[in-house]
């Protein structure tokens, strides 16, 4: 049983579906008041009264009989003998129920008076229906109240208010947009509520109660609590578990992450290294800024410039001739359009870096070379490097297995940071390789029945699944998929030692 907490996450969830309905059902209701024909209305107001007594009780009783008498003549003024009677006088073209239909009448409640409004497409015959109307009406309910031919009606009609001709049709756009604007709405949540319904993906850490596997924390990146989040996982982490294998589950991994928690694990003193096994070239080499370095660049290698050869050339010797001394400048030598010293993009930066995982695994170098400090952090990266198609089938043998025993030996922590089982194989390839696997959940992005199969896939491959922790990423339905906004951005990693 939903609460109402619940149907206002969902509004806030759902809300241009709310706006869609809304503008759906204002637009249909203004496209049909502007194609419905105009009408106009006309009333004429009738009072009612019997013929009593001078007395002061003759006159109150009078007015209890007429208002009771007025109850029956609501029913009178629609009647077959009133609407023939008026069909018959002007030789209108309508049959009795077409006119009916046209003739509506009220009264002021604890009243005597009648209003008798009759409704059509034309302005002047309004006012004529209207008139001859009501002129009917008093006829019948003057034959009605007449006992004798030469007595007086017990009760008498007379008209207070004529009817005139309307000036302006008459206003029902405004009661017409008010229930398109009802109906949208209704339509709109509707739809909403269908949508949340078959919406299988992950909104909160309590959605993942089904798969069994505990939630370690949940991370808001870019925000003020995000350091406290981080250091709450980091708690949460056993202390005997050298290497974690961080990995996107039921959605794309989250890079950000896995640099935040090294700057978390970083700042209790500890060596960490991060390594970025994402072959998808979404992983943290694409946030490892890029150092400067001077255009142009050839092959990946920045072009050395030629230096313009200047020479003095002495216009005399002795110290006389100093003040005549000369500068000859070899213009040949001097680089046209040079331009300043720029920053290499970020998705190029891991180019820059030495080697990284992949050149390693080929059998090039050795992992101290290809280690690089993390940008004003205090932990060491291993990029990704310049990743082919061989790349993720090296993940998958003994070479990796060296290059992440080398990488322990040195390290107290080793992070590993590999894309999502749905986007390649490198994480089950790695699974076994890691001594704990901690499933990266995205919300709003992560679906339920895709993070089973993930975990289901990791589990066969011989992964030791830790936990799980869900990533709030502050991305709205655009960025989420084209993956940029704030989860794309590396977090400020932690500076000093913890106490």
Known sequence: MRELSDYLAIARRRWPVLLAGLVLGIALAAFSAQSAPKSYSATSTVYVSMATGTSVADSYQGGLAAQQRVRSYLELVGSDYVLD????????????????????????????????????????????????????????????????????????????DRAERPAEPASGNTTLLALG??????????????????????????????????????????????????????????????????????????????IGLAGALAATGSRVLLIDADTTRTGSSALLPAPEIDWPVRNGVPEPQPQPDLALVGAGEGPENAAQQTTKLDLRAIPENKPEPEKVPASLSAAWHTGGLAAL????????????????????????GAA????????????????????????????????????????????????????????????????????ATLTAAGATVTGLVTVNTGRGWWQRLTRRGPGRTAPAAESGQEQ
């Open 85 to 160: 009677r008026v069909i018959g006088q002007l030789g209108l073209g309508l049959t009795r129920d077409e006119l009916r239909g046209m003739v509506s009448v009220d009264s002021p409640p604890a009243t005597s008076l009648l209003r008798i409004t009759v409704t059509d497409t034309q302005a002047e015959r309004s006012r004529l229906l209207t008139d001859e109307t009501v002129s009917q009406f008093r006829a019948l309910v003057s034959e009605l109240e007449t006992i004798e031919d030469t007595a007086a009606p017990q009760a008498r009609v007379a008209v207070v």
């Open 361 to 384: 695994l080929r059998g090039d170098g050795s992992v101290e070379d290809a280690v690089t400090p993390w940008p004003g952090g205090n932990f060491s990266v291993l990029p990704l």
């Open 388 to 455: 082919d198609g061989q790349t993720s089938d090296l993940l998958a043998s003994g070479k990796f297995v060296a290059v992440l025993r080398a990488a322990r030996e040195k390290y107290d922590h080793v992070l590993i940071d590999a894309a999502a089982p749905g986007d390649t194989a490198d994480a089950v390839a790695l699974a076994s390789r890691a001594a704990s696997t901690v499933g990266v959940v995205v919300l709003g992005d992560a679906r339920t029945d895709r993070a089973a199969a993930a975990l």
């Open 181 to 258: 604007a009802v109906g949208g709405l209704v339509l709109g949540g509707g739809v909403a509520l269908l949508l949340e319904l078959f919406d299988r993906r992950v909104r909160t850490g309590a959605d993942l109660a089904p798969l069994g596997r505990p939630v370690l924390g949940s991370v808001a990146l870019g925000t003020a609590s995000e350091r406290d989040d981080l250091r709450a996982l980091r708690s949460r982490l056993p202390e005997a578990t050298k290497t974690v294998l961080l990995t996107g589950i039921g959605a794309h991994s989250e890079p950000a992450l896995a």
